[in-house]
Structures are given as structure tokens and as C-alpha cells.
């Protein structure tokens, strides 16, 4: 049974950190790509950042890149996602999600590319 499992969101302030992991279980990584996405209320759903797992390429959106750092533990079967400096306009819902990098290529950030999402979990920034 394929499974992405959020974890990690919460209440930070503005400035602040947060790290959320993306437990993957039930299919090998070596052949997909991870991506993370957000969505805010009343606003589509946002590429964020992906990472090849087979060789850790990194892509980044630029309201994001310098800020948030995308990463993996093979070991674990974990991606994780890194953000510093938040801001308020980072409140969202965040997900991590998979496709299938040996069919589309690296990097995507489309959400109807992706095949497997999480649940999500809420990233709130206020002071």
C-alpha cells in the first residue's frame, strides 16, 4: 500500500523554522521524484520544491529558494523540507507527493504530474 505520510507542521513565528518530513512507504523511491506543494485558503495548489531520490537533484520555486532546503534519508525513507525565514504568506497547508521521474524527467512541479499525495499538513506563521 502506497503511502506518504506529513509530518512536522505547526505554529511558528515570523523568522522562525519549521521541518517537516515526508514518510514514504509501500513503493521503491529509486525510480520517482518527491515534491512538495502548499496550498493556502482561497488559493491554488503551489509547486514548491522536488528532489530526485535516486541522485538528490533539487529544484526550487523562487518564492522559496534560499529559504527552504529540500532533503533525504534514504535509511528512512523520508524526504524532508527545511524552511527558514518564514513568513506570514508561508501559512498554508503543505503536502509531499511522488512521481514517476524515469517517465516525466526532473524536475516537476505540476500537480496533476504527481501520482501519490499525503495528507497534508498545516504550517501557520504568525506572531
Known amino acids: 500500500q502506497v503511502q506518504l505520510v506529513e509530518s512536522g507542521g505547526g505554529l511558528a513565528q515570523p523568522g522562525g523554522s519549521l521541518t517537516l518530513s515526508c514518510a514514504v512507504s509501500?513503493?521503491?523511491?529509486?525510480?520517482?521524484?518527491i515534491g512538495w506543494f502548499r496550498q493556502a485558503p482561497g488559493k491554488e495548489r503551489e509547486g514548491l520544491s522536488c528532489?530526485?531520490?535516486?541522485?538528490?537533484?533539487?529544484y526550487y520555486v523562487d518564492s522559496v529558494k534560499g529559504r527552504f532546503t529540500i532533503s533525504r534519508d534514504n535509511a528512512k525513507n523520508t524526504v524532508y523540507l527545511q524552511m527558514d525565514s518564514l513568513k506570514f504568506e508561508d501559512t498554508a497547508v503543505y503536502y509531499c507527493?511522488?512521481?514517476?521521474?524515469?517517465?516525466?524527467?526532473?524536475?516537476?512541479?505540476?500537480?496533476?504530474?504527481?501520482?501519490?499525495w499525503g495528507q497534508g499538513t498545516q504550517v501557520t506563521v504568525s506572531s
Open positions: 509501500g513503493f521503491s523511491l529509486s525510480y520517482y521524484g
Open positions: 507527493a511522488a512521481y514517476r521521474l524515469d517517465i516525466l524527467g526532473f524536475p516537476r512541479w505540476e500537480s496533476d504530474e504527481f501520482d501519490y
Open positions: 528532489i530526485s531520490y535516486g541522485d538528490s537533484r533539487t
